[in-house]
């Protein structure tokens, strides 16, 4: 059965919405996604049903504990994780992501070298260049080519050296779209005796993602961008967290992953991680005809990131059409499986948040500015002049939306 795209809208309360009789287009989500009905009674019952603490000897306490285990088992089947004690839940990435380093640089010495890269959010730059300050670490930059938006990765191995220590970089670039090729940048790290870093919050909610492919040490995601609660998640391998100091307190658990889980999770934030893993699962199971969860989220990702292309080729088109409109990342049609269908664009003399606001007007919801991309921005030259217009379609949105946007952007750039 093919994608099914009104099956899937239906699970979406939010698309329903309407202000004033006008619909709502959410082409925002890259910087968050709407939930789907199961997701929001996942959260719901858990607070009704099993609000406790762990470890009781008691009903509700009892639920709670197998709430965790199910969402730590939910997002090693996600992530094809060896084993679901490699699944750390956090706020967030960025959250996650300034504690974790903490421990991982623990095992450096002044000198060594780390490499981050500029296609990254600042969530996956700024804790390192804070960790490098504070140990006396040298940071190294992986550029992108500001015509190809890629990388040319024989530059990653002009940066390694023998104190290379780190390499951290963006499964997918929330900015321009572009998807990396992370296992062999990973590939390179292991060669080097280097761990790999890699943030996977834009590439998890469109294509499918194997730890274990991937060859990383650590993977981090945001479960609110991949149709789940706000809430953070980090894989890491069993013998790299084994090696860490904890940064804990001292009565919390010593082992992994409870150690670099800072106080009491949100239970219910977890169980709706399990159902947004599930609703995927159902995707897979109702239109990839697949049952058992790992091969049906497998199939879900296949389907929707082959439906999302569509999406892709068919909003960057219609913006190359427009007048006076630059897409600021990948373009070419042949290439469109080395993006995600996030797709920002500038205009020659409209400045990104004006257009954003023009669009509000018609509901229809977009992002402007720089989208804590900040090294993007600067390379590709716009973080002084407003950053990009961001329109950030997903498996749930239609080709009838966008031909909506691309007419509202023709109203606005006309003015
Ligand atoms: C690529 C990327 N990394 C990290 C983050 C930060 O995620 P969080 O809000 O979970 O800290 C974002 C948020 O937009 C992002 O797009």
Not at 216 to 231: A, E
Request: aromatic share 8%.
């Amino acid at each position: 059965m093919p994608f099914d795209l009104e099956a899937v809208r239906a699970q979406f309360p939010a698309l329903a919405i309407t202000d004033d009789g006008q619909r709502r287009i959410y082409f925002d989500n890259p910087a968050g996604t709407q939930v789907p009905a199961s997701v929001a009674a996942a959260v719901s019952d858990c607070l009704l049903t099993s609000s406790a603490n762990l470890g009781g000897n008691f009903p509700t306490s009892q639920r709670a504990d197998d709430i965790v285990a199910s969402a730590r088992s939910a997002m090693a089947d996600f992530l094809n994780a060896p084993s679901h004690d490699e699944i750390v839940f956090g706020q967030n990435m960025t959250t996650i992501t300034l504690h974790l380093s903490r421990s991982i640089g623990r095992l450096f010495q002044p000198g060594d070298e780390i490499i981050l890269s500029r296609m990254d959010h600042d969530a996956n730059v700024w804790p390192w260049v804070l960790l490098a300050r504070d140990l006396e670490l040298e940071v190294k930059w992986l550029e992108f080519d500001a015509a190809t938006f890629e990388f040319d990765l024989a530059t990653l191995d002009e940066l390694i050296t023998d104190r290379t220590r780190l390499i951290c970089v963006g499964g997918a670039s929330n900015l321009t779209g572009t998807l990396n090729d992370v296992t062999t940048i990973c590939e390179k790290a292991r060669a080097a005796g280097a761990l790999s870093y890699i943030d996977a919050v834009q590439s998890v909610p469109h294509v499918e993602t194997d730890v274990q492919a991937i060859g990383c040490d650590f993977l981090v995601c945001s479960p609110y961008k991949f149709f789940g609660p706000h809430q953070g998640v980090l894989w890491g391998r069993r013998e790299v967290l084994e090696q860490l100091e904890p940064y804990k307190v001292r009565p919390a658990y010593s082992s992994i992953p409870w150690c670099f889980e800072t106080g009491t999770q949100s239970h219910e934030g977890l169980a709706g991680i399990t159902a947004a893993i599930d609703y995927f699962a159902w995707i897979g199971q109702s239109m990839g005809g697949k049952q058992a969860r790992p091969e049906a989220l497998r199939a879900a990702m296949a389907l929707m990131f082959e439906y999302e292309k569509a999406l892709a080729s068919h909003l960057i088109s219609g913006l190359q059409a427009t007048g006076g409109v630059v897409v600021q990342g990948i373009t070419a049609p042949d290439a469109l499986d080395r993006r995600v269908p996030t797709v920002s664009f500038t205009h020659s003399t409209l400045a990104p948040d004006a257009i954003a606001e023009s669009l509000v007007e018609e509901n229809i919801y977009v992002w402007s500015g720089h989208n804590y991309a900040v090294e993007v921005a600067r390379t590709l030259g716009v973080l002084e002049t407003g950053g990009v217009v961001r329109v950030g379609p997903v498996h749930y949105n239609s080709i009838a939306e966008i031909d909506e946007f691309l007419e509202a952007l023709g109203r606005i750039v006309a003015v």
